[in-house]
């Protein structure tokens, strides 16, 4: 699974994504995925008003509003997505 996660710290969303890198981070580590996905802060992604924003690639999916309550349920979602074959 070589999904990359780009979490925005751009100014107005930066404030409202604290714990949010941890929970993802977390959520990632219980699916066996830690070492797998990769997971970075991103500058801003022109989004502001539903911030904060995760941008997943390949495949340019978004996450809007993301808070650390979201974070295993979009895990979950990029784990059930995956084709294994």
Known sequence: MPYRLYLCT?????????????ALENALWE???????ELRFSG????CDHGP???????D???????????AAIVE?????NDPG
């Open 10 to 22: 751009g100014p107005r969303c930066a404030a409202r994504a604290t714990g949010t890198y941890e």
């Open 31 to 37: 699916a066996g995925l830690l070492g797998a996905v």
């Open 44 to 47: 801003c992604q022109d989004r």
């Open 53 to 59: 924003n995760l941008l997943v690639q390949p495949g």
């Open 61 to 71: 999916r978004r996450y809007a509003s993301v808070t650390p309550q979201r974070a």
């Open 77 to 81: 979602e990029l784990v059930s997505n």
